[in-house]
């Protein structure tokens, strides 16, 4: 009987470790996107965004009284408003993630 769980337990935790460490590696992905991607970006999809924005925001208002009965109306608002506001204003033009594109650090050599 212990040995069957100390099985299941290790077999467990090397599963967690193999999942969790590609985790680590997802985020150094650093995009540098083509100016054809950037174009594509602000003549195409910004403007698709804004305008998903702008319903998102009404879907809202006029979901709110429901969705404060449910109480999830703080889900619903990142769902409908946030997150499609974010893509538009946020994302680095051409860029496929939401966020900042981050500064690179320069080291000096010694």
Known sequence: MTRKISRT???????CLLAFS???H???V????SALAMTADAVLLRPALLATTIVGSAVYLVSLPFS?????????????V?????ATFVRCLGCSRTGRKSETVEQAAD
């Open 68 to 80: 404060a009965l449910g109480g999830n109306a703080g889900e619903a608002g990142e769902v409908l």
């Open 26 to 28: 997802a985020r150094t």
């Open 82 to 86: 946030v997150g499609p506001a974010k």
């Open 22 to 24: 590609s985790l680590g």
């Open 30 to 33: 650093d995009e540098s996107p």
């Open 9 to 15: 337990l290790v077999a467990t935790v090397a599963a």
